[in-house]
C-alpha cells in the first residue's frame, strides 16, 4: 500500500481547499481511509475518516466546515476544506488501516502542508 497526497497550499482565512489520496491498493480493501494533521510540537491528530462502507467521521473542530469522500473507482479519498481559519494550518497526512488475520496495518503518505493565512 503506498499513499500519494496533493492539493495543499497557502490559502487566507475563509478559503478554501481540497486534497486528494490515491491508494495503490483498493481502497475497499482498507477498514478505514483518512487525514491526521499535525503542527510541530503536537500530536498528530485525526482530522477526518471513512470506512470502505462510507461512514464518516469527523473531529469537532472541523464538524461542518469539512467533507471527506471517497472515489472507488480511483481508488483515491478527498477532503473538501471550507471555511479554512488559521489554526487549521499544519501538516496534513493520508492514512489508511488495513485490518488482516487479527493483525491491524496503518499506512501513511507524505505531508501535505495546508498554511491559512490570517
Known amino acids: 500500500v503506498q499513499l500519494q497526497a496533493s492539493g495543499g497550499g497557502l490559502v487566507q482565512a475563509g478559503g478554501s481547499l481540497r486534497l486528494s489520496c490515491v491508494n495503490s491498493a483498493s481502497i475497499f480493501g482498507m477498514s478505514y481511509m483518512g487525514w491526521y494533521r499535525q503542527v510541530p510540537g503536537k500530536e498528530r491528530e485525526l482530522v477526518a475518516r471513512?470506512?470502505?462502507?462510507?461512514?464518516?467521521d469527523y473531529a469537532d473542530s472541523v464538524k461542518g466546515r469539512f467533507t471527506i469522500s471517497a472515489d472507488n473507482t480511483k481508488n483515491t479519498i478527498y477532503l473538501q476544506m471550507g471555511g479554512l481559519k488559521p489554526e487549521d494550518t499544519a501538516v496534513y497526512y493520508c492514512n489508511a488501516e488495513q485490518r488482516m488475520a487479527g493483525r491491524t496495518y496503518m499506512y501513511w503518505g507524505q505531508g501535505t502542508q495546508v498554511t491559512v493565512s490570517s
Open positions: 471513512i470506512t470502505d462502507r462510507g461512514i464518516t
